[in-house]
T-cell receptor
Framework: EDQVTQSPEALRLQEGESSSLNCSYTVSGLRGLFWYRQDPGKGPEFLFT???AGEEKEKERLKATLTKKESFLHITAPKPEDSATYLC???????????FGPGTRLSVLP | KAGVTQTPRYLIKTRGQQVTLSCSPISGHRSVSWYQQTPGQGLQFLFEYFSETQRNKGNFPGRFSGRQFSNSRSEMNVSTLELGDSALYLCASSSDPNEQFFGPGTRLTVL
């Protein structure tokens, strides 16, 4: 069964304290891996798409990397406004739907 | 370019009633997908429509249905509401199978 897991479930950081979020996947035929940010009561906001092992993407304080079994979202010197739930999702070589992980709830304290 | 819009934003219904939610995709996007989001189950795929045809379907009971119109706007319907249907229902549109843009969601509460 295609599965996406994320760890940790929740993470509290002090402002400026860098860390990484993990997304592990067990799927047959990965087409793409996506990272989204979701604020409470809002829809997910697209961050990155990664397609092949070794690929990296950066945006401001965020950097996403991909291996054959997992992806990491690195947050460098986070600020309180980075507090959100970060969702990982995969698309597969068959079908058109996205399979989402449960998310990591990030809190950055001032 | 306007984003994905969903109406209504909030709904309160009672058990046994039915509900219809609406989604207007980004202009030019022909694919619309629907998701249910709950604290316990996370984001779960309901179905996807492309050019008025259901292209893919998740593992939800037949009480959940949808349709897409010629202008790509989509509706989803839930009949015989149950307490467990309380959730945030999200719509996402795309022009490329490898990207999706989400709307703000409709918060459905079933009493």
């Amino acid at each position: 069964e295609d599965q996406v897991t994320q760890s940790p479930e929740a993470l509290r950081l002090q402002e400026g304290e860098s860390s990484s979020l993990n997304c592990s996947y067990t799927v047959s035929g990965l087409r793409g891996l996506f990272w989204y940010r979701q604020d409470p009561g809002k829809g997910p906001e697209f961050l990155f798409t990664l397609y092949s092992a070794g690929e990296e993407k950066e945006k401001e304080r965020l950097k996403a990397t991909l291996t054959k079994k997992e992806s990491f979202l690195h947050i460098t010197a986070p600020k309180p406004e980075d507090s959100a739930t970060y969702l990982c999702a995969v698309t597969l070589n068959y079908g058109q739907n996205f399979v989402f992980g449960p998310g990591t709830r990030l809190s950055v304290l001032p | 370019k306007a984003g994905v819009t969903q109406t209504p934003r909030y709904l309160i219904k009672t058990r046994g009633q039915q509900v219809t939610l609406s989604c207007s995709p980004i202009s030019g996007h022909r694919s619309v997908s629907w998701y249910q989001q709950t604290p316990g189950q996370g984001l779960q795929f309901l179905f996807e429509y492309f050019s008025e045809t259901q292209r893919n379907k998740g593992n939800f009971p037949g009480r959940f249905s949808g349709r897409q119109f010629s202008n790509s706007r989509s509706e989803m319907n839930v009949s015989t509401l149950e307490l467990g249907d309380s959730a945030l229902y999200l719509c996402a549109s795309s022009s490329d199978p490898n990207e999706q843009f989400f709307g703000p969601g409709t918060r459905l509460t079933v009493l």
